[in-house]
């Protein structure tokens, strides 16, 4: 693991995943911990010039929450068209405060929302795609246009939205760093651990 983030602002975003009200204690899907990524991140955002957070922003019938599949349980897993899909208890809500940010986040440096997760029919773990692989989310381009290559990613959760990211941004080209500090998992089965494994084996640096 490096111990050092990257120093040139004029090339580094940072990408700050999902830190809303519902992955925080007393949320629908609250992460352990996941408040305490907070006063990191605001830590964190005074080192940079450019940032982006991004929102999982669901309607309220949306295909990956267990309450549209009776008979299933959240946290058990089904067949999608697009692969095997977790489902979750209602979470992120379009217009809820369970989506909104945390109160305490202040990321000034933020200049892009982008919200995920909002087609009825497929979830979206990663920043720059929907689980199909292959649906962009248009961040990427954002990026390259601006010429930021240097990523540092943090929020929540390590082992599914903010590795999703890292792992595509790496697919991407992008060179990528996510501050485990700055992030908590929610280690469903063993979930944490195949997440960072996954990374590290995609280059990306973990500090």
């Not at 693991?1 to 809303?20: F, G, K, N, T, Y």
């Not at 202040?106 to 990663?126: M, N, P």
Request: proline share 6%.
């Amino acid at each position: 693991m490096r111990e050092e983030l990257p120093e040139d602002p004029r090339r580094s975003a940072l990408l700050v995943i999902d830190v809303q009200n519902d992955f925080c204690p007393g949320g629908a899907l609250a992460v352990p911990e996941g408040n305490e990524v907070v006063e990191v991140i605001n830590r964190l955002a005074g080192r940079f010039e450019h940032a982006v957070l991004t929102q999982d922003w669901h309607p309220p019938d949306h295909r990956s929450f267990a309450s549209t599949h009776p008979g299933h349980s959240p946290y058990t897993s089904i067949a999608m068209p697009y692969g095997a899909q977790t489902l979750w208890p209602d979470h992120c809500v379009q217009h809820s405060v369970g989506a909104d940010f945390h109160p305490s986040l202040e990321v000034r440096c933020a200049q892009l929302v982008i919200r995920k997760g909002f087609r009825r029919t497929i979830d979206s773990y990663s920043a720059f795609f929907e689980n199909d692989r292959i649906t962009p989310t248009g961040l990427a381009g954002y990026l390259r246009d601006r010429g930021l290559g240097q990523l540092v990613l943090a929020g929540l959760a390590t082992d599914y939205c903010v590795a999703y990211s890292a792992i595509d941004a790496r697919r991407l080209g992008f060179s990528v760093t996510v501050l485990l500090e700055a992030c908590r998992a929610i280690n469903l089965d063993g979930s944490l651990q195949h997440a960072l494994d996954a990374m590290r084996e995609a280059g990306v640096e973990l500090i």
